[in-house]
Nanobody, 123 residues
Framework: QVQLVESGGGLVQAGGSLRLSCTAS????????VAWFRRAPGKDREFVGA????????NYSDSVKGRFTISKANAHNAAFLQMNSLKLEETAVYYC????????????????WGQGTQVTVSS
């Protein structure tokens, strides 16, 4: 079992930045790829980005590419989502997910999920 806990959400003005953290416990985190998803009110879950288990490769949805950055600190059992130039429409609950030796945009492939952290972007 892998337990994931997100933190770092909050209220930010449009154009501002936030850094979300995903702290893991339970299994060797260096074996797990991590993805970030978000769910806005009334909308489906949306892929944000993912990083491989080593932390060496990442990919992003087109909507966040160039503004968001995912990183992974295996020594600290943590992954991060740096979000810059936030937009109003990016208000959502953000989730991190992890799966052993997997990293991609298919949410159903991830076995382990955090409880989510609310990000609210205001005008």
């Amino acid at each position: 079992q892998v337990q994931l806990v997100e933190s770092g959400g909050g209220l930010v003005q449009a154009g501002g930045s936030l850094r979300l953290s995903c702290t893991a416990s339970g299994r060797p985190f260096h074996l797990y790829g991590v993805a970030w998803f978000r769910r806005a009110p009334g909308k489906d879950r949306e892929f944000v980005g993912a990083i491989d288990w080593s932390g060496g490769s990442a990919n992003y949805s087109d909507s966040v590419k160039g503004r968001f950055t995912i990183s992974k600190a295996n020594a600290h059992n943590a992954a991060f989502l740096q979000m810059n130039s936030l937009k109003l429409e990016e208000t959502a609950v953000y989730y991190c997910a992890a799966e052993r030796k997997y990293w991609s945009n298919s949410w159903y492939r991830y076995k382990y999920w955090g409880q989510g952290t609310q990000v609210t972007v205001s005008s």
